[in-house]
């Protein structure tokens, strides 16, 4: 209880001194955690159903981005027409990529599914250099969206509000179709008890591809939304990656809702700590308090945390992968 009264105090500082930065910050922290969202959705589908740690899984985001360009500005076509297609192309592509290395390797070890995908990232990450060069890319927004909403202390741009919006939409579908669903229903059986549900009839194999290519559409959109925003380089998959894995694990190995609350959660702590030390710093003229760079460590901060709290993560279960 004494933590949550110095955040909420600390957050009211923040807040008080500079209200339109703090609003600019949150709402920061809250796109660039459904980024994350909808990138660990996808490494959580796949690691927590299929046991596979898709190193390549940053490499699909990435692509998404690339796609984006290459639909908006080479084909000349809509971003409306790539926000549709590309997570369509990606999840196809995962789906490949599945059927030709991943399954085999299914009553592997791990280690011999993380080694896989990390050559296959590192190919991916080849190949779009040479089809797109290694110079940073860009892509025109939407007029509809390249306009700002007014807070009254602060403009929001718009395209990062579509962005929640579409994130919340896709995170919601995903979760229904697994938790609501006889298709996720069964997924789930076979998930506990292969072999058993195949007896009754279950197309295991089927299901199992169809979520890859779920988590891989994930991830495409992901790309779609970043690469639109804020632009696209080849290191951006590895970047986001590592974050993704982080919000895995915080969130608890295979539960969507915890990847939700914990990409969340590190988004927010991303952005806003910087600025509440800031104006701590500036409130109480002890300089130490702006620590430089603080906002890059968070994630890594939150995980330690949580794992010294709970070692298997916010709301991971008990026996899940062990």
Request: hydrophobic share 60%; with cysteine; charged share 10%.
């Amino acid at each position: 209880m004494a933590l949550i009264v110095v955040l909420a105090l600390l957050l009211a500082n923040a807040f008080a001194m500079r209200p339109g930065l703090f609003v600019d910050q949150v709402v920061g922290g809250l796109v660039y955690g459904f980024i994350l969202v909808l990138l660990a959705l996808g490494l959580s589908i796949i690691l927590g159903l299929l046991g596979v740690v898709n190193f390549a899984h940053g490499a699909l985001f990435m692509l998404g981005a690339y796609l984006t360009f290459q639909v908006v500005v080479e084909w000349g076509l809509s971003f409306w027409v790539a926000l549709f297609v590309v997570p369509l192309l990606v999840g196809a592509l995962g789906i490949v990529i599945e059927r030709t290395v991943l399954y085999r390797l299914y009553d592997e070890t791990p280690l011999i599914g993380l080694l896989a995908t990390f050559g296959l990232a590192l190919m991916l990450d080849e190949a779009t250099r040479a089809v797109w060069g290694a110079s940073p890319l860009s892509v025109p927004t939407p007029e509809v969206l390249s306009s700002s909403f007014d807070l009254v202390i602060t403009n929001v741009a718009n395209f990062r509000l579509f962005t929640v919006l579409v994130s919340v939409c896709a995170i919601t579908a995903v979760y229904l179709l697994i938790e609501r669903t006889d298709f996720g229903l069964s997924v789930r059986a076979g998930v506990l008890d292969r072999e058993m549900a195949e007896l009754v009839g279950v197309n295991i194999p089927l299901r199992f591809v169809l979520m890859f290519f779920l988590g891989a559409a994930t991830a495409g959109l992901g790309g779609v939304l970043r690469g639109t925003e804020v632009g696209m380089d080849i290191g951006m998959g590895d970047q986001f990656i590592i974050l993704a894995f982080v919000v895995v694990v915080v969130g608890g190995v295979g539960s969507l809702f915890g990847s939700v609350i914990s990409g969340l959660l590190i988004g927010e702590a991303v952005f806003v700590t910087p600025l509440v030390l800031s104006t701590l710093a500036s409130r109480t003229n002890v300089a130490a308090f702006d620590i430089s760079g603080i906002g890059g460590l968070m994630p890594y901060l939150v995980m330690i945390i949580v794992l010294l709290v709970r070692p298997r993560g916010l709301f991971g279960q008990e026996g899940f992968l062990e």
